[in-house]
Nanobody, 124 residues
């Protein structure tokens, strides 16, 4: 079992920056891939970014490429991934979920464990 805890969401104006963070304490490294998905009201959950176990490979959705950066920090006591979001737009408003799985994928069904989500709202 992998327990993921997200934090860092909030309300920001268009053009602002915001970090959302996902932590797994006492990691078991059994599902090493980390990904971010988001879900806006009335819409399906969509892929944002995913990174390999080492953080050496990261894939992004076209809608966030060039604006979002996914960072990963591994230690014996914690795996932390940060989604650094720049130049935020109203269409980025959604609940952002951290996910863990075995394969680097953009499909939600490929991920086994999910955090509770954190709300990001971009509005003036």
């Amino acid at each position: 079992q992998v327990h993921l805890a997200e934090s860092g969401g909030g309300l920001v104006p268009p053009g602002a920056s915001l970090d959302v963070v996902c932590k797994e304490f006492e990691p078991k490294y059994s599902s090493n891939i980390r990904a971010w998905f988001r879900q806006a009201p009335g819409k399906e959950r969509e892929f944002v970014a995913a990174t390999s176990a080492s953080g050496g490979i990261t894939n992004y959705a076209d809608s966030v490429k060039g604006r979002f950066t996914m960072l990963r920090d591994n230690s014996k006591t914690m795996v932390k991934v940060i989604l650094r979001m720049n130049n935020l737009k109203p269409e980025d408003t959604a609940i952002y979920y951290c996910a863990a799985g075995h394969h680097l994928s953009s499909k939600a069904d490929d991920y086994l464990f999910w955090g509770q989500g954190t709300q990001v709202t971009v509005s003036s």
